[in-house]
């Protein structure tokens, strides 16, 4: 007969390798992206909803200017790009901390079939890239009237 024991993962000691792998992966890997920049700077955050007529993208792209945002779509694929510039770049500034984002970003992610991508609308407002894709006709939902079933000839009301 076989003795069933309960896994406790925090019980059971890491080994140095593993430690060493785990921290790099979470400082580097997970959080990060190229350069040490935070993943935020190269990848605008992004939220995809749908309502009955449309399927609607929005990225967040702040200190960005409508002119700096490039969107393109190819097949199911939406693309967002751009590139932030600082207003001046000062080298005897000597700095304590830099968050502020510069530089070039890109997104881009698949699309749901059954849009009409070349109707889409793009809008821009504080730093939110609104993008609204109309639905196809035959994906949008229909509602179907029930009736009663029929009975020796006549109809249930």
């Known amino acids: 007969m076989n003795k069933i024991i309960r896994w406790?993962?925090?019980?059971?000691?890491?080994?140095?390798?593993q430690a060493m792998d785990r921290l790099f992966e979470d400082s580097w890997v997970g959080?990060?992206?190229w350069g040490n920049m935070p993943a935020a700077w190269i990848e605008p955050a992004l939220d995809v909803f749908e309502t009955p007529e449309t399927v609607v993208?929005?990225?967040s792209v702040p200190g960005v200017k409508p002119d700096q945002v490039e969107i393109t779509v190819q097949g199911n694929y939406l693309a967002i790009?751009?590139?932030?510039?600082?207003?001046?770049e000062t080298e005897d500034k000597n700095?304590?901390?830099r968050e502020v984002r510069s530089g070039t970003f890109s997104r881009?992610?698949?699309l749901p079939a059954g849009l009409q991508t070349d109707k889409a609308d793009a809008?821009?407002?504080n730093g939110i890239v609104t993008i609204t894709?109309?639905?196809?006709?035959?994906?949008?939902?229909k509602k179907i009237q029930v009736h009663a079933a029929e009975t020796n000839g006549q109809s249930k009301k």
């Open 123 to 125: 809008k821009f407002d």
């Open 31 to 33: 959080a990060r992206a």
């Open 57 to 59: 993208v929005q990225a």
């Open 95 to 97: 700095y304590l901390r």
């Open 81 to 88: 790009s751009g590139q932030s510039k600082t207003e001046s």
């Open 133 to 141: 894709f109309p639905k196809a006709e035959q994906v949008k939902p």
């Open 8 to 17: 406790q993962p925090m019980t059971e000691p890491l080994s140095l390798r």
């Open 108 to 110: 881009m992610i698949e």
